[in-house]
């Protein structure tokens, strides 16, 4: 268990309301992230955090905005929700590499929490 | 913009027999993840490949790295029920961001 929670697990709403999504972690890494999964696209990434109030765009980050004022939560807002970011959320973390241990290089194993079903009516 | 392929996007095994999965990615990188997801689950890492020629195994299933040929396999070997899931391949782009393939819908029937 990576010791990441997303909330809500499942929401409805209506088309130009504003919904905020919560991730938390219990691991205190610095790397955070967002991503929306619909069908035939994997995971597309929408933010990213890299620390407290460091945060980046995605490539898909039209629509949403995020925030991490502390280490171990980082919000999802859409600030007026659409039909077309009805999907499925999921929030990530990657703990810090083995980097330089015995060569290994830096990586980037992400660990994804248990997902958010978003839909907009 | 790194670009993740995977194929092919449905496949249906027949138990018992041998099935290889493709990951063919746009530029260059020598960091390559796994995961699996079952209906309706999360994603869950699966093998780490971090370098060429890198190999790992677990259980009926092998996954490899060509770095020079952008490519990653995933090998089943013997199929059995409990491997129908959905596969995705992310390939790391070395600025702590990965890029996902589509994902590969694998079904097991007797």
């Known amino acids: 268990d990576a010791g990441i929670t997303q909330s809500p697990r499942h929401k409805v709403t209506e088309t130009g309301t504003p919904v905020t999504l919560r991730c938390h972690q219990t691991?205190?890494?610095?790397?955070m992230y967002w991503y929306r999964q619909d069908p035939g696209h994997g995971l597309r990434l929408i933010h990213y955090s890299y620390g407290v109030k460091d945060t980046d765009k995605g490539e898909v980050s039209d629509g949403y905005s995020v925030s991490r004022s502390k280490t171990e939560d980082f919000l999802l807002t859409l600030e007026s929700a659409t039909s077309s970011q009805t999907s499925v959320y999921f929030c990530?973390?990657?703990?810090?590499?083995?980097?330089?241990?015995?060569?290994?290089?830096?990586?980037?194993?992400?660990?994804f929490g248990p997902g958010t079903r978003l839909t907009v009516l | 913009e790194l670009k993740v392929e995977q194929n092919p996007l449905f496949l249906s095994m027949q138990e018992g027999k041998n099935y290889t999965i493709y990951c063919n990615y746009s530029?260059?990188?020598?960091?390559l993840y796994w995961y699996r997801q079952d209906p309706g689950k999360s994603l869950e890492s699966l093998f780490v490949?971090?370098?060429?020629?890198a190999v790992k195994q677990e259980g009926r299933l092998m996954a490899s790295l060509d770095t020079k040929a952008r490519l990653s396999t995933l090998h089943i070997t013997a199929a059995v029920h409990d491997l129908s899931a959905t596969y995705f391949c992310a390939v790391d782009s070395n600025d702590y961001k990965l890029s996902f393939g589509a994902g590969t819908t694998v079904t097991v029937r007797a």
């Open positions: 691991e205190n890494h610095r790397y």
């Open positions: 990530a973390i990657s703990p810090p590499s083995l980097a330089g241990a015995q060569g290994t290089p830096h990586y980037n194993e992400q660990f």
């Open positions: 490949l971090l370098s060429n020629g």
């Open positions: 530029t260059t990188s020598d960091r």
